[in-house]
């Protein structure tokens, strides 16, 4: 296990040290300083769905404290027994709506990870914090492991707010984040594909059913806009997250030479997004560069071994994608939706 810029997410009460059996499961910290997640393995021969009810405890009983569950050394050796074993923590299955990277639908709520280039790395993040409404649980399974690299890191979203500086959560709290997103024209993901439709009407509801402000440009595309929250409130722990993809969105998160390849062809208003306070004005980027550095400096990282089911509560715990050479398939599916103003 590695810990990026040699820290670690700490240790939270009943973690550390502690190793329970139930039902033909162990869980046990990852590591001895029993930061997230907690390993979850099998120490008798069942069945899968022979498993399932301690899974589900487990997942009551550590998820709201660890943030994260690694089940390891399961029966999963198929789509179709992930979604089986998904199903055994939930019913309420979400699809991939009003998505912001390309993914694949690959059975019914299983999903593809991110599909970016091997090379490139995505970010900390939380899934979907750039909008109002976000899945509660998100899980992730390995299918094949790549040959180097291709860590799913993941950091407590708890720790990530209180390591923050007290001046930069109140500013972000206060003025919230505007995501701005053009999309199609060869630069990121056509509106068809992130809203699941080739009807603009469709289209239209959506963004007036989840207070997204949209435009059709001259050219046909599409550019949006909403205004969402930088904090939250978890509904079952009452725990403070950092809670938004600000530093994600934002131009800066660009690499400088392709940033500047991209504004040579569009205005900064047609980026394919771009992040801002809520009423519109320009982020600092000397802020989103301290926020990236807490990320680095709490982030979790373990090698993937096929089989492999990571579990993580999307509002405790941040995950991102390191770059990898090889075949890699992490698959991923979402359940829960919360949704600001209504009970999740």
């Not at 299955?93 to 990277?101: A, R």
């Not at 991110?114 to 899945?135: G, S």
């Not at 289209?203 to 007036?208: G, S, T, W």
Request: charged share 20%; with cysteine.
């Amino acid at each position: 296990m590695n810990h990026e810029s040699g820290a670690s997410c700490g240790t939270r009460p009943g973690v550390n040290g502690m190793v329970t059996r139930n039902g033909g499961l162990m869980i046990e910290p990852l590591s001895s300083d029993g930061s997230l997640p907690l390993v979850v393995t099998p120490v008798e021969e069942r069945a899968l769905d022979g498993y399932l009810a301690a899974a589900r405890h487990y997942a009551e009983a550590f998820l709201p404290v660890s943030g994260g569950l690694l089940f390891r050394g399961l029966p999963i050796r198929s789509v179709a027994d992930f979604e089986s074993f998904v199903g055994g923590f939930t019913s309420s299955l979400v699809s991939y709506e009003f998505g912001s990277t390309p993914r694949s639908r690959v059975q019914r709520q299983v999903y593809t990870s991110t599909e970016y280039p091997p090379h490139q790395h995505i970010p900390l993040h939380n899934e979907q914090a750039y909008t109002r409404e976000w899945p509660m649980k998100i899980w992730f399974y390995c299918g094949q492991a790549p040959e180097e690299g291709g860590y799913t890191p993941i950091a407590d979203s708890r720790e990530v707010y209180r390591r923050i500086p007290a001046c930069i959560r109140e500013r972000f709290n206060r003025n919230q984040i505007m995501y701005v997103r053009n999309y199609g024209n060869g630069l990121d993901v056509p509106w068809q594909k992130v809203f699941n439709t080739e009807d603009p009407a469709v289209v239209e509801a959506f963004c007036r059913t989840n207070g997204i402000l949209y435009e059709w440009k001259a050219d046909g595309e599409l550019r949006t806009r909403q205004v969402a929250q930088a904090i939250a409130v978890h509904p079952l722990t009452g725990e403070t997250v950092w809670f938004n993809q600000a530093h994600l969105f934002h131009v800066s998160n660009l690499e400088p030479a392709v940033r500047e390849d991209l504004l040579a062809v569009v205005a900064e208003e047609d980026l394919p997004r771009n992040a801002c306070y809520g009423d519109g004005s320009p982020i600092e980027s000397d802020l989103l560069d301290e926020i990236r550095d807490v990320y680095r400096s709490v982030a979790v990282q373990f090698s993937w071994q096929e089989g492999d089911v990571m579990m993580l509560d999307n509002m405790l715990a941040a995950h991102g994608r390191t770059p990898f050479k090889g075949r890699r398939k992490i698959l991923v599916a979402m359940a829960e939706s919360c949704r600001v103003g209504r009970p999740c």
